[in-house]
């Protein structure tokens, strides 16, 4: 194996509410040997992704935690340089699990998904035709149900997970309003993105707008943020409304509880007077529709049905600035570094 220099970015320590760039370190390192049944690879594009700021906590989750010292995890779409993988030549492109770093030496059976050059742009296996775009999919498929006429409220919409949630949901005949931050994502939810009303969750009378772009209340909260949005739905919803939970990012840096009162009892009781359906999920869990979200999304982005953006940043050093800004919501559309041409 040629003696290449891995640029990677480490966990340098756990992050006390909100990350910053003291937590995270660059570092120069050496690749193991390939051993038999991997592969080594070159990183081209990396995910950053809400989701890693719960693998900075200690404790128990719903995968194990990042250690401090171990290489920040996240999507990658690599080139593969070098095989002792029967399924992988080099030059293939694949969808991969590499991480914070320039070069990865995985196992061949850990590679997720071999990349059609032809087909959709590859930084797409990252977004709206990857994991948060399956994420849309299937917890609307499974959970959120949204059939025509019902209106359904989605906040972060313009990132990838929200921006799929209201055109799927779109495409089934509801009424979209989408939640997002500041006039610029607003403007782009209504008039890119289609959806029938957006509002911008920052303003003072924010929970006033969502009343008045709800008159026949809410029948699907696709739930991305909890905090301040939650707090306006929830006396609009439905009886059977369906409240798929995928997400939480406004309470992520959270380093204590909220303070008083209490809402535990009050929230129960409305589950049980609306018959709501509150139901958390990981994509994952619904991996058995993947094949099929695939097939679909790929026509959908061939006919230009579905649209997407993507928010790029340059060179793997702003990584962790740019992860930082995404969790106040400085990211506009899906956030991806490109490592590598
Ligand atoms: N369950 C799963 O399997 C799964 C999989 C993927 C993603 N997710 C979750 O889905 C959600 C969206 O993910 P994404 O990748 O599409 O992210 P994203 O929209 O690209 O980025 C996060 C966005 O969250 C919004 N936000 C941040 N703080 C907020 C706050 N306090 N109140 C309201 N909005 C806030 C910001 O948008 P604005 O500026 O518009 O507010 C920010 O741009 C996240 O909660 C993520 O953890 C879950």
């Not at 990349?115 to 849309?136: H, K, N, R, W």
């Not at 809402?263 to 509150?278: N, Y």
């Not at 800004?325 to 990211?331: A, F, H, I, P, S």
Request: net charge negative; charged share 20%.
């Amino acid at each position: 194996m040629p003696d290449i220099d891995n640029i990677r970015i480490v966990l340098a320590a756990r992050p006390k509410g909100a990350p910053t760039p003291a937590d995270f370190r660059l570092e120069h390192a050496t690749l193991p040997p390939l051993r038999n049944g991997q592969v080594l690879l070159r990183n081209r594009w990396l995910s950053l992704d809400p989701y890693l700021r719960g693998r900075m906590n200690a404790g128990r989750s719903y995968v194990a935690p990042l250690e401090v010292g171990d290489v920040v995890e996240g999507g990658t779409v690599s080139e593969v340089v070098q095989s002792l993988h029967p399924a992988w030549s080099p030059g293939d492109l694949v969808l991969a699990h590499a991480g914070w770093q320039t070069y990865a030496v995985v196992d061949g059976e850990a590679l997720r998904r071999k990349l059609d050059p032809d087909g959709p742009p590859v930084s797409t296996a990252l977004g709206v035709y990857g994991m948060p775009g399956f994420t849309a999919y299937a917890g609307l498929r499974e959970i959120g149900k949204p059939e025509a006429g019902e209106t359904l409220v989605v906040a972060a919409a313009s990132g990838p997970v929200g921006a799929t949630v209201g055109q799927i949901a779109k495409r089934a005949g509801a009424r979209v309003v989408g939640v997002a931050g500041g006039p610029d994502k607003v403007a782009y939810v209504r008039d890119v993105l289609g959806f029938d009303a957006a509002l911008d969750h920052r303003a003072d009378d924010f929970a006033a707008q969502l009343v008045a772009a709800c008159p026949d209340g809410i029948d699907v909260y696709f739930e991305n943020v909890g905090g301040k949005v939650f707090d306006a739905v929830l006396p609009l919803l439905n009886d059977f409304a369906r409240i798929p939970v995928c997400g939480l990012i406004a309470q992520y840096n959270a380093s204590a509880p909220p303070p008083g009162p209490d809402r535990v009892p009050q929230l129960m009781a409305l589950i049980l007077t609306r018959h709501l359906t509150v139901r958390g999920f990981i994509q994952r869990d619904f991996i058995a529709l993947y094949p099929e979200f695939l097939r679909e999304m790929g026509r959908w982005l061939r006919d230009g049905e579905i649209c997407f953006r993507e928010d790029v940043v340059d060179g793997l050093e702003n990584a962790p600035a740019a992860f930082i800004g995404m969790l106040e919501g400085r990211n506009f559309g899906k956030l991806l570094v490109k490592i590598a041409d």
